[in-house]
C-alpha cells in the first residue's frame, strides 16, 4: 500500500486543521492504522493507533482534541485536530501496518508539517 498524506498548514494556538493520508494500492480496511509526529529535535511519537473495528488508542497528550476516521469510499484516514497547541508543532506521518496487533509499521506517507503559533 502506498500512503499519501497531506493538510498540514500554519494556524494559531487554539485553531484545527484536518489532515488526511490516502491510500492507493490496497484497501486500508485489513490494516492497522496511526498517525505519528515528530517535533524538532525530538524523537517520532505515537498519536493515534487503530483498526477502526476492535482497538483504537490516543495518546494523553491528544486525547479529546484529535479524531481519526476513515473515509471508505476514498480508501482515506483523516486526523481532525482541534484546540491546536504550539506544542503540536510537528512533521505528521500517517503509516498503516499489517501486523494484528498494529506493533510495527512497514508503510509511510511521506509527512505533513503543522506549525501552531502562539
Known amino acids: 500500500v502506498q500512503l499519501q498524506a497531506s493538510g498540514g498548514g500554519s494556524v494559531q494556538a487554539g485553531g484545527s486543521l484536518r489532515l488526511s493520508c490516502e491510500a492507493s494500492g490496497d484497501s486500508l480496511n485489513t490494516y492497522f492504522v496511526a498517525w505519528f509526529r515528530q517535533a524538532p529535535g525530538r524523537g517520532r511519537e505515537a498519536v493515534v493507533q487503530?483498526?477502526?473495528?476492535?482497538?483504537?488508542w490516543y495518546a494523553e497528550f491528544v486525547k479529546g482534541r484529535f479524531t481519526i476516521a476513515r473515509l471508505n469510499r476514498e480508501n482515506t484516514v483523516t486526523l481532525q485536530m482541534n484546540n491546536l497547541q504550539p506544542e503540536d508543532t510537528a512533521i505528521y506521518y500517517c503509516?498503516?501496518?499489517?501486523?494484528?496487533?498494529?506493533?510495527?509499521?512497514?508503510?509511510w506517507g511521506q509527512g505533513t508539517q503543522v506549525t501552531v503559533s502562539s
Open positions: 487503530t483498526n477502526f473495528v476492535t482497538s483504537i
Open positions: 503509516a498503516a501496518s499489517q501486523d494484528p496487533n498494529g506493533e510495527s509499521y512497514d508503510f
